[in-house]
């Protein structure tokens, strides 16, 4: 499609009528709007990119790090007492008062218990910690915590996906609530379900996490994306996770 054609595509899109948020029964998960040949790659451990990043991670794990000379391992001991902490987060954290992510979870601990400097995001060794934590999960269900804390924070982000903004002038329910199944230029408008993050995306060529998922989707409705990090986009995805309860964790997933 060429971009003009794209453009007019996009626009149709925003003239349809808002449906309500997607049924229970009919979630899914974006893996399912791919081709067979790249869910293939995702199922196969030894075929999925992300495995590279997994084995970085496990490294990671066990290295002891910063001025307390201590590794993830030394205090959390096997990777897999973590099992089911990706699947519900972001969760409050009383040091920020606020939710954090998983990514930001990781950062905390480097700060304060390793006492080494936090990694930027979409670091090789923040992408493959994560990877490797989030594994943990994989076939476990999405479970957001039942924390009041977090009612203010779920219903900004649950705000921020409704609202229209950019030069296009979309939300993101629009795509993902209303249009989710048509093809916008050679893509498939998945429902956004963060069932794989971090993901391997074949457009990248790298392991990215759902913040740069979010910032590719606030770039194409050609609104300003905010930095790393942002308040707006752990709001953001805990309100997907919400949105995506119960549906299992694929991490690291595979997508076009
Ligand atoms: C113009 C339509 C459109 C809008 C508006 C849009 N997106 Fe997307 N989004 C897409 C498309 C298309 C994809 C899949 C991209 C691909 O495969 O190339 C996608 C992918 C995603 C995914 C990845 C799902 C997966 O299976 O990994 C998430 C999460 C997401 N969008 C969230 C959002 C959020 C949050 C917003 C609002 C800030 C938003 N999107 C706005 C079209 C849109
Ligand atoms: C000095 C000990 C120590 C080290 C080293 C450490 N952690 Fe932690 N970590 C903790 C403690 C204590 C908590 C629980 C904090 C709390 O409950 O709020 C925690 C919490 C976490 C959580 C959230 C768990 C949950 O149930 O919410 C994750 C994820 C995590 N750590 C990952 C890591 C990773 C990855 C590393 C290595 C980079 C690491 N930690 C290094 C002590 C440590």
Redesign the pocket.
């Known amino acids: 499609m060429k971009p003009r054609a794209a453009l007019l595509a996009v626009l149709a899109l925003a003239a349809t009528v808002a449906r309500a948020e997607i049924p229970e029964a009919e979630r899914r998960s974006g893996y399912h709007d791919m081709g067979p040949s790249v869910q293939a790659m995702q199922d196969d451990d030894a075929a999925n990119p992300g495995t590279l990043w997994l084995l970085q991670g496990e490294a ?2 066990d290295r002891r790090q910063g001025a ?1 000379a ?3 391992a ?3 001991g096997a990777a897999s007492g ?1 099992a089911g ?1 990706a699947a519900r987060y972001p ?1 409050f954290s009383g040091v920020s008062s606020r939710p954090i992510d ?1 990514e930001q ?2 950062n905390l ?2 700060t304060d ?2 006492k080494a400097d936090a990694w930027a995001y979409e670091s090789r060794e923040l992408l493959s ?1 994560s990877a490797y ?1 989030a594994r943990q999960s994989r076939d476990l269900p999405i479970a957001p915590p039942a924390d009041p804390r977090l009612a203010p924070f779920l219903a900004a982000g649950a705000d921020l996906f409704a609202r229209r903004q950019g030069q296009l002038n979309l939300s993101c329910a629009q795509c993902h609530d209303d249009n989710h199944g048509k093809k916008l230029a050679a893509a498939t408008i998945p429902q956004a379900h963060p069932t794989g993050y971090p993901i391997y995306r074949l457009e990248w060529q790298s392991l990215g996490s759902l913040q740069r998922r979010l910032r590719n989707c606030l770039i194409g409705m050609r609104a300003e994306p905010y930095a790393y990090g942002a308040p707006e986009y752990v709001d953001l995805e805990l309100y997907l996770m919400s949105r995506a309860r119960g549906m299992p964790l694929e991490a690291p997933g595979v997508r076009p």
Request: with cysteine.
């Open positions: 990671l794990w307390a201590k590794s993830c030394d205090c959390h973590l902490v969760a998983l979870r990781i601990c480097r218990n390793q910690l934590v």
